[in-house]
């Protein structure tokens, strides 16, 4: 018999920590003791000094009171926007990700229907590789569908890998509607969340394989025979082609299943699926007998099989009583040759079709409404807690006894000069620990939102006005009682290094998602001096706003299937690697677009001796001149260094302190970090780019901007324009990716996916002949098979095979060391199994120098994605020969350089100097 348990209190409840009021007295007469023993020797209690410790102590416990909270009680705000669920990304945002293996392709299409209205329209599906043969001549490297069409007697071959066929299972009682909306369905859902070096080439209806099963079952007596009939029927259906099930998050939880595994792959809308489930529902090679005695044994009411056998339909004869082998790609059915009988004992029993069928029906909708209850539970719930007021903290002098004079009652006796004296230093005295208190209290209520991943803040350091004290205007003058963000920049503007440690607080959260920015910072650090931690801040930023997005899509290509234009150019129709690259690299514009179009216009001129020089201009984000240079040069690279110095001298300044040398009035000659404010004649205002004097260098001039201002104030903010788009808006940078796999050819056998005669996508038709027609007389374009020792071995151009386009003439892509860096996060960003071609290429629309690649590259690749989204296929040969031209014709750019001469006494400095065996081009 179990004991009756009884709530006892313990009897050491000391915690030794700060919770604990006895621990913090000790200690802290401890400490006084070291301290003062020799001028204070008497701690007992009635001692004032004992109080005002033990008051102190009791304040701190209940700091540590506030701190012991649970997490939600912290985090929980009575404002809307900065309550727990705005502070954290939800389980079903972070966990999820894009579709990635078959298993998660096959889930994405059986969630097709709604459950809402009962609808279950695809029973199981299944992605089949599909493999297409390729011939190379060794020699020259040509690539054609028929070896007969290659000029070699001694063809290699390889099978284009990537490429998918999707087979289906309706559910028996869709009609001919239903099954366009499926398969319009899946064209969208696959081509949504497509692989990278992936693509669907066929999507139809799985092929079925007649089976007879025969037997004879002896039902328990208290059975109801239709029940069990019904029953016997889906269980060996189920066997030959397993059904699917939806199941709600509850559910899942309930059988132990942890929260990753359960929202591990797609998120769907119709609930979850078992993976372990999905595995064992694989097309069956064979059926055996063995396994369909399990299945009618385990239906509640069978109590023996008298007899079964099974058989093929077709007439074959099956060599094996116990196994019959199934095709591949084939679902096996029952036939209407099979037959079952039943009986109670000896006595036969016959069977109501029409009481099994409702039965069925029953079976139906029970499955219905567990789809819809799984449909409807898919959210985890986050604890919202209960908010507290835990940032409030009011003066430690109320809690002292009124003999001391201090608290809201005042001198409780007789009040003399010097009594109201010694009270107003004991107030005076103790304001300090007030404060150090108050901010603990409002740092503790700030948590919410400085470990936010959607956090504002600003400041890293906080602090409050102290409330409740009698006569606080005779101890402090001109106190901020009313706005707490004021008095924060008061008493913590000085202290507060908010770019440094609202970074420190960014690495912690991006450190919970396994990322990090350390190599980056670091040269970053190089690149951009000290404006180099406003520009990572902001970079962290971005990275974990969009991080939702860019951790589930890492493994996506971009969507082609059917796009209208605006979703091909100027768009983040791109694939998920390159948005995850870009965040990763700092790149501040993702977007497919013309990146030879920049902001910077190099301007050459040639004077009547042929002599050429060059001047540069950089555009704001409205198009209108922000800088242009001061000097000529006569190298176009010697141009564009003056002009990356400009930039990089422009933003040498924080914003604080741009704020306080503005609070003061400026005059001719005064700097704004590297900004010398000039005077017109007409006393307006403007400014120039300096490179400040040194005990080296004279002051020199090297940018001007050239508009006027006629206040301090429109300068204040046209300077903090300025510096706001150089630091977070001004970019050349871009990225594209070209998948290989899409550059290959396509046959009229590729468009077999549109093989039913016509389909419904989108409101049009589409006539498969057309297309298959148009694939016909479009001419292939094949890629080369030709690499080093290319007549020895077999190279495939498209499998799981990318282009990196990059421009190499910008800032930082010019740079070798973050090149190296650049290249080394493309590679480990990229699925494993894909390997990348990486290129630093082009030069920007005007350019004078360097051959334009990169426009000719942006230009012909537009219209390739124009034309592989339409139905053109004579148009998209000719875009493909184009492209694979324009990719050929790529040249990686480097910056200039000299051979460093060891002999000759060269200082430390190694930049743009080149040295044999040790410098990488």
């Known amino acids: ?69 649970d997490t939600a009680d912290i985090l929980a705000s009575n404002e809307a926007d900065k309550g727990i669920q705005n502070q954290f990304i939800k389980a079903s945002e972070i966990l999820p990700a894009k579709p990635l293996t078959q298993i998660d392709y096959r ?57 998918y066929d999707v087979l289906i299972d309706y559910n028996d009682e869709i009609d001919d509607c239903g099954r366009s909306t499926v398969l319009s369905e899946t064209l969208n859902r696959f081509h949504d969340n497509r692989n990278l070096c992936e693509d669907l080439i066929e999507i139809k209806e799985v092929p079925t394989q007649n089976i007879a099963v025969c037997t004879r079952i002896e039902v328990e007596n208290n059975a109801d025979e239709e029940w069990v009939h019904a029953n016997v029927l889906k269980v060996i259906n189920n066997y030959l082609a397993p059904d699917i099930n939806f199941y709600s998050l509850s559910q899942l939880l309930e059988e132990g299943y942890t929260t990753d595994t359960i929202f591990e792959g797609p998120l769907l809308d119709n609930g979850f699926i078992k993976t372990e489930e999905l595995q064992n529902s694989e097309l069956r090679r064979e059926i055996r007998v063995s396994d369909l005695i399990k299945e009618i044994m385990s239906v509640d009411g069978v109590k023996v099989i008298n007899e079964i056998s099974i058989n093929n339909c077709d007439g074959k004869i099956n060599v094996d009583d116990w196994v019959i082998c199934v095709d591949y790609g084939k679902k096996p059915v029952l036939c209407d040759l099979s037959s079952f009988s039943y009986s ?6 016959n069977i109501n079709d029409a009481q099994v069928k409702a039965f069925q029906e029953q079976i139906r909708e029970e499955e219905a409404l567990a789809r819809e209850n799984a449909r409807l539970n898919k959210e985890l719930e986050i604890p919202l807690g209960t908010a507290f007021d835990i940032e409030n903290h009011t003066t430690i002098l109320n809690d002292l006894p009124d003999t001391y004079g201090v608290g809201e009652a005042g001198i409780i006796s007789k009040s003399t000069p ?72 008061t008493l913590y503007k000085a202290l507060d290094n908010s770019v440094e440690r609202r970074n420190q607080i960014l690495d912690h959260l991006i450190s919970r998602f396994s990322e990090q920015f ?28 969009d991080y939702k997005d860019i951790s589930a899509e ?55 001796d042929g002599n050429t020089t060059y001047t540069w201009k950089v555009k704001n984000a409205n198009g209108n001149i922000a800088l242009s240079s001061v000097n000529t040069k006569v190298l176009e690279y010697a141009a564009l260094q003056e002009m990356y110095e400009a930039v990089f001298l422009s933003i040498q300044i924080d914003m604080e302190d741009l704020e306080t040398i503005f609070e003061g009035p400026l005059a001719e000659g005064d700097y704004v970090g590297n900004l010398k404010i000039c005077v017109s004649g007409g006393g307006k205002y403007y400014f120039k780019v300096v490179k400040r004097a040194t005990a080296d260098d004279a002051e020199e001039i ?49 468009y077999e996916l549109l093989g039913i005669g016509c389909m419904d996508v989108d409101s049009s038709f589409i006539v498969a002949s057309d297309i298959k027609t148009q694939a016909e007389e479009g001419s292939e374009e094949f890629m080369t098979s030709c690499e080093e020792d290319c007549e020895k071995d077999v190279f495939d151009p498209y499998s799981y095979r990318v282009s990196i386009v990059l421009p190499g003439y910008t800032f930082r892509f010019s740079n070798p060391d973050f090149r190296k860096y650049a290249e080394t996060v493309i590679r480990q960003e990229l699925p494993a199994h894909v390997l990348a071609k990486i290129c630093w ?28 989204s339409g139905e053109d296929l004579v148009s998209l040969a000719e875009s493909t020969r184009d492209l694979i031209t324009a990719m050929n014709n790529l040249n990686n750019i480097y910056p200039p350089g000299r051979l460093l001469d060891c002999d000759q006494d060269d200082s430390d400095d190694l930049n743009g100097k080149i040295i044999l065996g040790q410098s990488n081009i």
């Not at 006892?8 to 003791?33: H, M």
């Not at 629309?845 to 012909?860: C, M, R, S």
Request: glycine share 6%; aromatic share 10%.
């Open 1 to 69: 018999m179990l004991e009756n348990q009884h709530i006892s209190i313990p009897k050491k409840v000391e915690t030794q920590d700060d919770l604990d009021f006895q621990f913090l007295r000790r200690t802290g007469i401890n400490y006084i003791e070291q301290l003062g023993s020799g001028l204070w020797t008497d701690f007992n209690s009635h001692d004032s000094g004992i109080t005002i410790l033990e008051v102190l102590s009791y304040a701190i416990t209940d700091l540590g009171m506030r701190m012991d909270l």
């Open 107 to 163: 889930k994405l299409i059986l969630d097709i229907g709604d459950s809402s209205m009962g609808e279950k329209l695809v029973k199981n599906c299944w992605i089949m590789p599909r493999e297409q043969t390729l011939f190379v001549d060794c020699k020259t490297g040509d690539i054609a569908f028929d070896s007969t069409d290659l000029q070699t007697s001694n063809p290699q071959s390889f099978n284009v890998k990537g490429l």
């Open 344 to 349: 109670k004992g000896t006595l036969p029993l």
């Open 418 to 489: 010097e009594r109201e004296a010694l009270a107003k230093q004991l107030k005076g005295y103790l304001l300090f620990f007030d404060k150090m208190l108050a901010s603990y209290f409002q740092h503790l209520g700030k948590v919410k939102e400085l470990l936010s991943v959607n956090g504002s803040l600003k400041r890293t350091y906080f602090t409050q006005a102290i409330k409740g004290v009698k006569g606080f205007d005779e101890l402090v003058n001109d106190y901020e009682t009313s706005d707490d963000t004021q008095l924060t920049d």
């Open 518 to 545: 350390n190599e980056y910072t670091f040269l970053m650090k190089a690149l951009y001096g000290r404006a180099s931690d406003e520009i990572i801040l902001n970079n962290k930023e971005v990275f974990l706003q």
């Open 554 to 608: 890492r493994g996506l290509g971009y969507n082609y299937y059917m796009q209208p234009d605006s979703e091909l150019w100027d768009t983040s129709n791109i694939s998920g690697a390159q948005k995850r690259i870009a965040r990763l690299l700092g790149i501040q514009n993702y977007d497919r677009r013309h990146l030879s179009d920049s902001p910077v216009v190099i301007n050459s001129t040639t004077d009547t």
């Open 702 to 750: 090297i940018a001007n901007h050239n508009n006027y201002y006629d206040t301090q104030s429109e300068l204040k903010d046209v300077i903090r324009t300025l510096i706001n788009y150089f630091k977070f808006e001004f970019s050349e940078e871009g990225i594209f990716l070209v998948e290989h796999l899409l550059l290959k050819p396509r046959t009229a056998l590729d």
């Open 841 to 868: 290429v082009g030069d920007r629309q005007d350019g004078t120098e360097a051959a334009n690649d990169l426009y000719d590259f942006e230009k012909v690749y537009k219209k390739y994605l124009i034309d592989k």
